[in-house]
């Protein structure tokens, strides 16, 4: 096996004998080689991070936004009519003074006028109506209350004393008509036994007339030519033929109790023997037209037509006598039919009555419930309820006017404040709206003092507030801080090169009539200040997930993470609830 020890050891041989004979040349090359492998170690090894530190110190603390303020004011002010409409007078011409509130021009608005007048009315409308509420009901409207109940209960209590007269009609009447049938029963009951006896012997004879047709279609060869000559005449008679049979056999002479009962019985009886009798002459019929051959002959023919002809007699005399029997037990009964008639007339009467009196007992109940409960709900009083939503209706018209002012108030250019018209555009009989009209105006110089207009960031905007003070240092007046105080914050955006900000004024604390329109400098606004607290760096902070605030501090010469709580904050300086100490350096900033 190959070993390197042998090749070692002449290396090593060579080199001893090399620095022996040159000690120059060895030294300079050790040097060398030394130099060479520091370098070598300076590139290779690991650079340190550099770190820019601070140390955590006590101190004021004051927090500013800074933005570019425009001076602005009142004096030079641009009028227009937010509405169209023909100028109806100028009022104002260049040079004149006027004062605040002063009408220079109007436009015509009659109809306007009529909407606020119209408005005006409703609001006092509905004051009049809140104020009837809030006032309660009158002892004079409570006394007709009290009136209407007392008149409703007596009417009550008079259709109550009408339906106990009604029912006792009817329970009258009701016996009565009671008695009369159970006369009429009694005296007529021999007329039903006959009826009965007479319907049961005439069904039966019909009966048997009917079944005298088996005899006759017996003959098969009479019902062959039949079904040969005669089809369809057959087959309807064979239909009605069977029905009759049917109807006859269902049929049962009973229900004679009453004379009611025995006449829907015996005039059913009568429906049974006419659907035979019409039966027997259809037979008779389809017989007459058979054609006479060998076997069916003009004898056979003559002697069935008068056996079906004698049965069709017996169901004529059959009905003939249910009729007579009927007509005896009509006539029987006629005078009690009246009678009876006439005082179910009265019972009906009676029950209607009662009825009707029963519906307005319902009615002046109800009626009754809804006068004491008004009358209840006038000596009660209004409910808060009440009053709020007449409040609320007497606010609506409150607010209809105020609307209807505000658009007339839009037809009349007034002066805003004190000062001097140096120019009116406007002349009477013009049109607003025309192209060569709309951007017409009045224009004037008003008395009102500077002020400075700065547009900030929806981030710089919540920290501001109403008298917080500031100052700007213009740049036509380098080198002096002008004091300011915040007067006014818009609510809503307004795109600066389009961007959202938010306009907020600062007047100024002293008068300047050196000041200039248009004028721009850098302002500020002091939006709070912290006096004798722990101030770290802003750009230390470092927000992690999950873990909120860390700063990173030396400890030791080691890079440690702590948690702190901040509070307010300036563009550099940040302040320290918890979690720092006095002295601790803090790191700002890390190049690797």
């Not at 006792?168 to 029963?185: D, G, N, V």
């Not at 002697?303 to 009905?319: D, R």
């Not at 600066?496 to 050196?514: A, C, I, N, Q």
């Amino acid at each position: 096996m190959w070993s390197p020890l042998p090749l070692l050891r002449r290396f090593w041989t060579a080199l001893k004998s090399f620095v022996l004979r040159h000690p120059v040349w060895a030294s300079v090359l050790g040097i060398f080689l030394l130099l060479f492998g520091l370098l070598l170690w300076y590139i290779f090894s690991p650079a340190k991070p550099q770190m820019i530190t601070e140390t955590v110190r006590r101190g004021d603390l004051v927090q500013q936004v800074e933005a570019v303020g425009t001076i602005t004011s009142d004096r030079d002010v641009n009028m227009k009519f937010p509405v169209t409409g023909i100028v109806a007078s100028v009022s104002a011409k260049e040079g004149d003074k006027v004062l605040a509130g002063q009408e220079l021009v109007r436009l015509r608005n009659e109809s306007f006028a009529a909407d606020l007048a119209s408005a005006a009315a409703q609001y006092r409308q509905a004051q009049a109506s809140y104020q009837e509420l809030e006032e309660g009901t009158r002892p004079e409207d409570l006394a007709i209350a009290e009136a209407e109940v007392a008149n409703k209960r007596a009417a009550l209590e008079a259709v109550k004393a009408d339906y106990q007269s009604a029912e006792e009609k009817l329970r009258t009447s009701e016996e009565k008509l009671a008695a009369i049938r159970a006369e009429a029963t009694t005296n007529l009951a021999g007329y039903l036994v006959t009826s009965s006896s007479t319907c049961a012997q005439q069904i039966s004879l019909t009966r048997t007339a009917l079944r005298t047709l088996d005899d006759v279609f017996v003959s098969s060869f009479i019902t062959d030519m039949a079904r040969q000559y005669r089809t369809t005449a057959y087959s309807v008679f064979r239909a009605n033929w069977i029905a009759a049979q049917t109807a006859l056999d269902a049929f049962s002479c009973t229900g004679f109790d009453t004379y009611d009962s025995s006449l829907a019985t015996m005039q059913r009886a009568t429906e049974v023997i006419m659907q035979s009798a019409s039966v027997l002459q259809e037979a008779y019929a389809l017989i007459a037209d058979l054609p006479l051959t060998t076997a069916f002959d003009s004898t056979l023919r003559e002697s069935t037509k008068s056996t079906i002809s004698t049965e069709k007699a017996v169901a004529q005399t059959a009905l003939s006598t249910i009729n007579t029997a009927m007509k005896s037990l009509r006539d029987a009964s006629a005078g009690y039919t009246a009678n009876i008639a006439t005082e179910e007339n009265t019972f009906a009467a009676a029950k209607a009555s009662k009825q009707s009196a029963q519906s307005a007992i319902l009615t002046y109940e109800t009626a009754l419930r809804t006068q004491e409960a008004q009358l209840a709900l006038s000596k009660a009083g209004p409910r808060e309820t009440q009053l709020s939503a007449s409040r609320a209706n007497m606010n609506a018209a409150a607010a209809s006017v105020a609307r209807a002012r505000a658009k007339l108030e839009d037809t009349i250019i007034r002066a805003p404040t004190d000062g001097i018209i140096t120019k009116v555009d406007f002349k009477e009989g013009e049109f607003t709206g025309d192209a060569d009209n709309i951007g017409h105006s009045v224009t004037m110089l008003g008395t009102s003092p500077f002020r400075v207009e700065m547009f900030l960031s929806e981030v710089d905007i919540p920290k501001i507030l109403l008298t917080q003070s500031g100052s700007i240092e213009l740049d036509a007046f380098p080198g002096v801080n002008y004091a300011l105080t915040v007067t006014s914050i818009e609510p809503g955006p307004t795109k600066v090169d389009g961007v959202s900000k938010y306009r907020v004024s600062l007047g100024f604390v002293h008068p300047h009539d050196e000041f200039k329109i248009g004028m721009t400098g850098d302002a500020e606004i002091i939006t709070g200040n912290r006096a004798d607290v722990l101030l770290a760096p802003v750009r230390s902070i470092i927000q992690k997930n999950g873990e909120g605030k860390v700063i990173r501090i030396l400890e030791n010469g080691e890079v440690v993470d702590k948690p702190v709580e901040t509070g307010m904050e300036s563009d550099t300086d940040a302040e320290i609830v918890s979690g720092l100490s006095e002295g601790e350096t803090v790191i700002v900033l890390i190049k690797q």
